[in-house]
């Protein structure tokens, strides 16, 4: 229970990575608040979490909505007294289009969702953290960042843009006790690769599904991150493509 007492916040948590890391959260003592747009999804998903002796309640937020952020925070604060952990993990993906293809506004849309809503939890949850002196902040990467894939400008810059945040708020804030670090989970099994492989576009639409990793090994890293004091991943993305990452957290032997 290496979550013991810790109150987390996890964005997109009505399925995939952030349902995973939600469950993963309460099973490991943490109190957890579930946002997404869905309400009735993070309903089922925090019922879940409660019926088996964890703690958790659901808060219907649009990340590219500040006030909704706001509120989600609040939330934390309300319910279970203050905020430990944020996990920035809701993204989208789709429309997958070449830029020529692309819809203006369906392009901004990604980027008010991917990029704008990680500066908004980072505004909404850094005062508080500082005030207490500690904290620590997981922002959800992908490969993508530091890479060009055809059909997918909108998510490569909104990824990078997430890298880019990353790094500034830990120069802004590891001197008052708050950790912000990314995770770039690799390819995983969840709706998200579902869209990809439809749109036939690029190679990762060519990939065969059994080499995802399953939504729970990124949720297990995401709260080893979380419980873990090494510094030496703060501000940066961890790849949990990389081997030595996944034998250290004890995913692979
Ligand atoms: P997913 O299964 O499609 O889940 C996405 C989650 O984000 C859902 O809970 C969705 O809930 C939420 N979401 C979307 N727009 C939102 C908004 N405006 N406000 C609040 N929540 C919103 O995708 P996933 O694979 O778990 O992806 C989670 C994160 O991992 C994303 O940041 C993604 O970029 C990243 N990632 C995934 C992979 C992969 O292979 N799957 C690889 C690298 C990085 P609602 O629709 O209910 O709002």
Redesign the pocket.
């Known amino acids: 229970m290496s979550l013991q007492g810790k109150v987390a916040l996890v ?9 995973a890391t939600a469950v993963e959260f309460a099973k490991q003592g943490a109190a957890v608040v579930l ?4 309400l009735v ?2 309903k089922k998903n925090a019922d879940a979490i409660n019926a088996s002796g964890g703690k958790a309640v659901a808060i219907a ?4 909505n500040y006030a909704d952020v706001e509120a989600a925070v609040a939330k934390c604060e309300a319910e279970f007294g203050g905020l430990d952990i944020l996990v920035n ?5 789709d429309p997958i289009a070449r830029l020529a293809d692309s819809d203006p506004e369906a392009w901004s849309k990604v980027a008010d ?2 990029y704008k ?1 990680v500066y908004y939890g980072l505004r909404a949850a850094i005062p508080g953290m500082e005030k207490k002196g500690s904290g620590t902040i997981i922002n ?5 960042a530091s890479a060009a894939l055809e059909g997918w400008s909108h ?1 490569c810059s909104t ?1 990078a843009a997430v890298l880019s945040l990353t790094m500034c708020a830990d120069k802004e804030y590891r001197d008052s006790g708050i950790r912000v670090l990314g995770l ?5 099994a ?4 579902v869209k990809i492989k439809a749109s036939g576009l690029n190679p990762v639409s060519q990939l065969d599904p059994s080499v ?1 990793i399953p ?1 729970d090994w990124p949720g297990r890293a995401i709260a080893w991150l979380c419980a873990d004091d090494d510094s030496s991943y703060l501000g940066t993305d961890v790849s949990l493509k990389d081997e030595a990452t996944l034998k250290k957290i004890g995913l692979v032997n």
């Open positions: 964005t997109g948590a009505s399925r995939g990575i952030g349902a946002a997404a747009r869905t999804e993070i937020c649009d990340v590219s993990n809701a993204g989208v993906i969702i991917n809503g959800i990467s992908s490969g993508a998510y990824k770039s989970p690799g390819t995983v969840t709706d998200m690769q995802h939504a």
